[in-house]
């Protein structure tokens, strides 16, 4: 994915600076081929149950969508970014996405840049759940298990949300809830193919039990965050 311009630019005697080569990318049109296309700060991507691939760009806050024969559209937003919490429609400006991830009924999760969690619905219609993500002082990354439960993870703190959208448990708690802070620096969420639930914290991945515990998995020479 291309997310940089690439530009050749000179600084003239009269100290103008002027562009020789390359321009600045703009959003790449509805039906571009997904080669040639741009995508301004991809940030989170995500495939749903259908082999669909969609693409987060926090520059214009859209969330694209590639399906399976190749044809690039726009899922969610309009290119205008958002502060406020989305509502109505996916059809609404949108804030920067930070994560994306999709339960067993092809709906898909989101949490922002500003904090806010909420759902695109199967007819584009938006369910919010909250104003800020679980952990605090980041948006958190977001994946979902085998039940339906919709895991947060921050720096410090890892959260579950239950399949009913209300019930929240507590994986790992900050310090300042009365958690040991660790492990910490915690670095990433993975699902393996049965759908169980991972993390990393520096040279450890961690499984998550069905209880809400957690279970050293992989220890040693991991050496930073991993993607699944």
């Not at 103008?16 to 040639?36: E, I, W």
């Not at 007819?123 to 298990?145: E, H, K, M, N």
Request: proline letters at 7%.
């Amino acid at each position: 994915i291309n997310s940089l311009a690439v530009e050749l630019r000179e600084v003239t005697p009269q100290s103008m600076l002027t562009t020789l080569a390359g321009a600045t990318p703009v959003a790449a049109p509805d039906g571009t081929a997904p080669r040639a296309a741009w995508f301004l700060n991809p940030n989170s991507m995500a495939f749903d149950h259908n082999g669909n691939l969609y693409i987060a760009e926090s520059q214009t806050c859209l969330i694209r969508k590639i399906d399976t024969n190749g044809v690039l559209s726009t899922f969610a937003g309009t290119g205008k970014c958002a502060y406020p919490a989305p509502s109505g429609s996916a059809k609404g400006d949108l804030a920067p996405v930070g994560s994306l991830a999709f339960d067993s009924q092809n709906r898909l999760w989101v949490a922002d840049l500003y904090l806010n969690l909420y759902r695109i619905n199967l007819d584009g219609s938006i369910s919010f759940y909250a104003t800020r993500t679980p952990v605090s002082g980041t948006p958190g990354q977001i994946a979902i298990d085998s039940k339906d439960r919709l895991y947060v993870l921050g720096l410090d703190s890892l959260y579950r949300i239950l399949a009913d959208g209300t019930t929240l448990q507590p994986v790992i708690p900050p310090p300042e809830s009365g958690g040991t802070g660790l492990p910490s620096d915690l670095l990433g969420l993975g699902v393996d193919p049965a759908e169980n639930m991972y993390f990393g914290s520096n040279d450890t991945v961690y499984r998550v039990n069905d209880d809400a515990t957690f279970t050293a998995y992989v220890s040693g020479g991991i050496g930073g965050g991993f993607v699944g």
